[in-house]
């Protein structure tokens, strides 16, 4: 089986007040997802924005990863996998098995 598709994302970066906020678009062409991450700096450290950005980044990828995640286990109990809702444990097809 061979599969080949094109998502389009998009990164913007606000920064105000020592805040940094990320917003992360996912768009598949038949779902779109948005992460959200921001990062503040503390009074007492120094302001180095590029911190505040890789932070505020991750978070969003982060948030954005866990949506993804969830879409992909519901379509997987809509597909017939037996639902494992209120276990810690994750699925066990097409895991990542290495991480």
């Known amino acids: 089986m061979t599969h ?3 998502w389009k ?3 913007y970066l606000f920064e105000e007040d020592h ?3 990320a917003r992360l678009e996912l ?3 038949t779902n779109r997802l948005t ?3 921001a990062a503040r700096c503390s009074p007492q450290d120094d302001d180095v924005p590029e911190i505040g950005d890789e932070l505020a980044v991750a978070r969003a990828m982060e948030d954005l990863a866990l949506q993804m995640k969830r879409a ?3 379509d997987m109990q809509a597909a017939g996998a037996p639902s494992l809702q209120g276990s810690p ?3 066990s097809g097409w895991l990542d098995t290495e991480a």
Do not use: F, I, N
């Open 4 to 6: 080949t598709a094109e």
């Open 9 to 11: 994302v998009r990164l």
């Open 89 to 91: 444990k994750p699925y």
């Open 27 to 29: 768009d598949t062409g």
């Open 35 to 37: 992460g959200h991450g």
């Open 72 to 74: 992909a286990y519901g």
């Open 19 to 21: 805040t940094t906020k």
